[in-house]
Every structure is written in C-alpha cells, then in structure tokens.
T-cell receptor
Framework: EAGVAQSPRYKIIEKRQSVAFWCNPI?????LYWYQQILGQGPKLLIQ????????DSQLPKDRFSAERLKGVDSTLKIQPAKLEDSAVYLC??????????????FGPGTRLTVL | SQQGEEDPQALSIQEGENATMNCSYK?????LQWYRQNSGRGLVHLIL?????REKHSGRLRVTLDTSKKSSSLLITASRAADTASYFC??????????????FGKGTLLTVNP
C-alpha cells in the first residue's frame, strides 16, 4: 500500500511570496489533515477534511492560508502572502473511516518551508 | 494549544539501556497515542492506549496510562541506535462527535549512542 505523498519536499521563498503544497493521501482514506510543525514543537492541526468537506479549520490563519480538497482525494494548502513565521514543516496525514486502523493517522514526509 | 506535555524534552542514553518518556495532559481523553518522528521525516504511529486500559505492550514498547493523574509513560527496552528520534504523545478528547482531532505534545528527543 502506497503511503501519503507530499510535494515538494523543500521550498525556499521570500516573504510576501505565495507557495502551495500538495498532498495525496492513502487510497480510500476519507479524512485528511494538514499540520504545521515549527522546529522544536509538535504538529499543530491547521485543517481537517472529511471527503471534500471541511470538518475543522479553527486554527487555520484564514487571512493568508487556504486549503481545498475538491474531489475528496488529493489536497492543496496555499499560503499567500508568506511571513517569516510561516517557516515550518507542513505535514499531511490521512485516516481511514472504516476497517482496520481507524484510530491511526498516517503521515506523509512533509514539506519543509523556509521563508527568507 | 498543546494538550500533552512530554518529559524530558531530551534524553540521551547508551545502546542497550531502557528509555522512559512521560506525557501529561489536561482534559479527559478517549485515547492516547505515541508517535515517532525520525529527523526530516513524517510521524509514524507506534501504539495506542484507550482510557479504560492501564498498560499495553508492543514488541520493545510498553505504554502505561494513569487517568487519575492524567499521565502516560512510554518505555523502550533494550534501546538501539535506530531508536534515535523524537517521540510525541497525542490525545483524543473524551467528547463525542465526528471530529477525530488529535492534539500533540512538544515531544521528547531521544538519542541512543552506540
């Protein structure tokens, strides 16, 4: 079974520029999460999707961050414009809604963003 | 906000020794999970313990849960250099609903020296 795929793995941008991250979850996983992990901290949930609907985006800075999962499969997270404090690793995770492992989140390798 | 807080923040041991990490949390939970993160990689699920369980084992891992103290511990026995990683506890709140939302702690950085 293929794991969660993310791209790009690394991105360096100037502040005020825009950036987009892509995630392809494990096939059949209805729930998809985007996390932000700042160096030295644990992952912080940004947004949670169930199929193509948003379940929780309470911690998403909506003035600059947006995310979509149009067909209920892959997802993109965008930052526009980026700030220095957005430098972090952006992790995507997915979780099945039925069968084995419904309590487990499966993480991708992450995208390391550096904002200069 | 962070629900779980791991202790210690960093731990350095020799190969073959046991490593113990602790996690404290604030609100009632449905379950508590431990994840491992190798440098530059995503998180990998290790073990889950439910609120009605007190101890679970998986290979060289042993997890305990004390809901009265709102704390959990992860023991790795006979550590190996490959166990070097950051370890995070994550909690799922007791309240119901379809929002399956984990809250992660800040992690313990474990270094196992050969």
């Amino acid at each position: 079974e293929a794991g969660v795929a993310q791209s790009p793995r690394y991105k360096i941008i100037e502040k005020r520029q825009s950036v987009a991250f892509w995630c392809n979850p494990i096939s059949g996983h209805a729930t998809l999460y985007w996390y932000q992990q700042i160096l030295g901290q644990g992952p912080k949930l940004l947004i949670q999707f169930q199929n193509n609907g948003v379940v929780d985006d309470s911690q998403l800075p909506k003035d600059r961050f947006s995310a979509e999962r149009l067909k209920g499969v892959d997802s993109t997270l965008k930052i526009q414009p980026a700030k220095l404090e957005d430098s972090a690793v952006y992790l995507c995770a997915s979780r099945p809604s039925s069968g084995r492992g419904t309590d487990t989140q499966y993480f991708g390798p992450g995208t390391r963003l550096t904002v200069l | 906000s962070q629900q779980g807080e791991e202790d210690p923040q960093a731990l350095s041991i020799q190969e073959g020794e046991n490593a113990t990490m602790n996690c404290s949390y604030k609100t009632s939970i449905n379950n508590l999970q431990w994840y491992r993160q190798n440098s530059g990689r995503g998180l990998v699920h290790l073990i889950l313990i439910r609120s009605n369980e007190r101890e679970k084992h998986s290979g060289r891992l042993r997890v305990t849960l004390d809901t009265s103290k709102k704390s959990s511990s992860l023991l790795i026995t006979a550590s190996r250099a490959a166990d070097t990683a950051s370890y995070f506890c994550a909690t799922l709140p007791q309240r119901g609903g379809s929002n399956y939302k984990l809250t992660f702690g800040k992690g313990t950085l474990l270094t196992v020296n050969p």
